[in-house]
């Protein structure tokens, strides 16, 4: 199975901070990657897909980047509703992997 | 608007078999290029894909899994189904339903179904 680790695990930021997510694939994956966002009791809704490619309705605030192995998700200026868990997604083999999650909390 | 929607028991024994039905309701599960998963989330903790069923019936499974899945399709319901048999503890999770489109080269899952507990207890 194709690994993904995502950092940091949790990460505590205030409204308006730039924040940053990393993930790495334990092998190269071209850009089969997407990012969701979940937040408690709810199923999670898909932001990035095609590692870069901003779904319809999602913010312009959220941005992706990356290839190969090495994967980014910025959010440009953190908004209340941008709390929760974050997770990325590889679907280069199956079985379909994601990352462990990482927690944005209110600072 | 919720496009799918999961339903089954809530609790079931171990030993026994989980049985899980996502209704579409946003387009036909034979549409093609559609792929109907079902995806797990054990509590506080993060997402297992569990397997998916293609608009023509054909699966594929997460191996860790495999010898206890099925996941098959009802088109004269427009529902796909889950069956996990000889539960133990270690299946009590939010069951996910969620569908990705095959035209989108990184198969993102666009859609998904509420989610529902299930709980494996005696």
């Known amino acids: 199975d194709i690994q993904m680790t995502q950092s940091p695990s949790s990460l505590s930021a205030s409204v308006g901070d730039r924040v940053t997510i990393t993930c790495r694939a334990s092998q190269i994956i071209g850009t089969h990657f997407n990012w969701y966002h979940q937040k408690p009791g709810k199923a999670p809704k898909l932001l990035i897909y095609?590692?870069?490619s901003l779904q319809s309705g999602v913010p312009s605030r959220f941005s992706g980047s990356g290839s190969g192995t090495d994967f980014t998700l910025t959010i440009s200026s953190l908004q209340p509703e941008d709390f929760g868990t974050y997770y990325c997604q590889q679907s280069y083999i199956a079985p379909r992997t994601f990352g462990q999650g990482t927690n944005v909390e209110l600072k | 608007q919720v496009p799918l929607q999961e339903s089954g028991p809530g609790l079931v024994k171990p030993s026994e078999t989980l049985s899980l039905t996502c209704t579409v309701s946003g387009g036909s599960v034979s549409s093609e290029g559609y792929f109907w998963n079902w995806i797990r989330q054990p509590p506080g903790k993060g997402l297992e894909w569990i397997g998916y069923v293609s608009y023509i019936g054909s699966t594929t499974y997460n191996p860790s899994l495999k010898s206890r899945v099925t996941i098959s399709l009802d088109t004269s319901k427009n529902q796909f189904s889950l069956k996990l048999n000889s539960v133990t503890a270690a299946d009590t999770a939010v069951y996910f339903c969620?569908?990705?489109?095959?035209?989108?080269?990184?198969?993102?899952?666009?859609?998904w179904g509420q989610g529902t507990l299930v709980t494996v207890s005696s």
């Open positions: 969620a569908r990705f489109y095959q035209l989108l080269t990184s198969y993102p899952f666009d859609y």
């Open positions: 095609d590692a870069s």
